[in-house]
């Protein structure tokens, strides 16, 4: 009989769900994943919420575009490496959560700088120029999906380990979900091309 080959969408599902359970990082304290999600999102949003507010429609419904980059690398044997990376209107910032595992955001140009907590960019946007700009700026957000599909890719080819992070909303939760990064139980892993290859990958 032919040899048959794991599923690597199966083997990703597998992962998440033994580290969920057995990493206290990803409960950090709380009784569950999603506990410890709703906390952090909620501390995200009251840090975030009344920072970089002085933007102008013109600044929102024009936003600059990068190309595609990467800045930095991720290293195994240095638990200080930092990746930045950059595509359209989007941004991947993955660092050291600790020196056993690795944390990562997922930014959108909003106004002047990148912002990552979807609540507060609504909360932000609408407080100050109205529900209808919003609407605006979050259709060329969407139309934009492309380039964080890209961007997703090209750090996945360049990742030897997994990060992971909350899902700060449901809405952040669907965006990942739509371009490529498996969410369970309100967390976010992105995995590296050479995950169920034989190549060694972990946490950190």
């Avoid at 009251?46 to 690398?73: A, C, H, M, T, W």
């Avoid at 638990?79 to 209107?89: D, Y």
Wanted: net charge positive; proline share 4%; charged share 25%.
């Amino acid at each position: 009989m032919p040899k048959r080959h794991p599923n690597p969408e199966k083997q990703k599902t597998e992962y998440i769900r033994k580290y969920t359970t057995t990493s206290t990082e990803v409960c950090a304290g709380f009784r569950t994943p999603e506990e410890a999600k709703e906390a952090h999102s909620k501390l995200w949003f009251d840090q975030f919420y009344l920072k970089n507010n002085d933007f102008s429609v013109k600044e929102l419904l024009n936003p600059k575009r990068e190309s595609l980059r990467i800045e930095g690398i991720m290293s195994n044997s240095n638990t200080t490496s930092k990746l930045v990376a950059f595509n359209g209107l989007w941004r991947i910032y993955i660092h050291p959560r600790s020196k056993k595992s690795l944390d990562f955001d997922i930014s959108v140009i909003a106004g002047s700088v990148y912002r990552f907590h979807s609540e507060v960019i609504r909360h932000s946007i609408s407080s100050r120029h109205g529900k209808s700009i919003y609407d605006q700026w979050r259709q060329i957000v969407k139309d934009d999906i492309g380039s964080l599909r890209t961007l997703v890719k090209e750090v996945q080819s360049r990742l030897t380990s997994i990060p992971w992070s909350y899902t700060c909303s449901q809405s952040a939760a669907n965006l990942c979900d739509q371009v490529g990064i498996k969410t369970y139980r309100g967390t976010a892993f992105i995995f590296p091309d050479s995950f169920g290859q034989g190549r060694n990958t972990s946490g950190i």
